[in-house]
């Protein structure tokens, strides 16, 4: 996939081979493709960007708002993933980045069955920072000061529904992602890691302070650009035609 992409101003969120990987098992690049839990597009911008037709919905319509500066091309709608506003049959494609733990997903997964074409796509995707890392115990440590899981805003404890859901073709794939980023660029990321995982905004900041500090006392204060590694979870399946 040639992703295009309006770089300096916004960095991809997740990795070219992730997407590669979508367009390789069957994501049309033209096609309808529907962005749940979309929050401000980030993972449906490629998408947008090499022509597709994107509809996002989400319930947060301060990111919805957001999405619309960013992406007026696409079409974006408040409202529940587990109700969606749509009839049935009216996607090529169903995607999902960093969602799915916030809420049943069960119902989720049959909501996405009914608006899926026969034969479109489901991709349901996680990130989250590879153990060996160097910031990976940086953020470990700033989560147990304000009493979160690590992981939080990443799925933990497996995928059971998406296996059991009336899909075929059901597979996991591993991508994992090196790049070079900024310490503010990262500090970003985590906040809106941590804002989709539910957590108050007094707590996102004492961890952002906390991860700051032992930046300055591990990495030392001139760490400005560093390398650091994403492990992506990208569950695929199909609706039988």
């Known amino acids: 996939m040639t992703v295009q992409n309006d770089a300096p101003a916004r960095a991809l969120a997740y990795s070219t081979s992730l997407y590669d990987a979508l367009v390789e098992f069957g994501i049309p690049l033209r096609g309808r493709i529907l962005d749940a839990a979309c929050g401000e597009g980030d993972a449906s911008a490629p998408f947008i960007d090499n022509g597709a037709t994107v509809t996002g919905i989400d319930l947060h319509a301060e990111a919805l708002d957001r999405a619309r500066r960013l992406h007026p091309a696409a079409t974006w709608r408040l409202g529940e993933v587990t109700a969606l506003p749509f009839e ?18 069960t119902k989720a997964l049959a909501e996405a069955f009914r608006v899926l074409k026969p034969g479109g796509t489901i991709a349901i995707w996680w990130k989250h920072a590879l153990s060996g890392s160097p910031v990976r115990p940086l953020c470990d440590e ?33 991508v994992q992602w090196r790049l070079i980023t900024t310490r503010t660029a990262f500090f970003q990321e985590e906040r809106i890691r941590l804002e989709h995982a539910g957590v108050a905004a007094d707590r996102i900041d004492r961890y952002v302070t906390t991860l700051n500090q032992l930046f300055i006392e591990q990495l030392g204060p001139e760490t400005g650009r560093f390398q650091h590694a994403f492990m992506q979870y990208l569950y695929l399946a199909r609706k039988a035609v």
């Open 142 to 174: 700033a989560a147990r000061e304000i009493d979160i899981h690590p992981l939080a805003g990443t799925l933990v404890g497996g995928f059971r529904e998406f296996y059991a859901a009336p899909f075929v073709g059901q597979s996991l794939r591993v």
């Open 88 to 105: 049935a049959a009216s996607f090529d494609a169903y995607i999902c980045a960093q969602g799915y733990h916030l809420f049943d997903r």
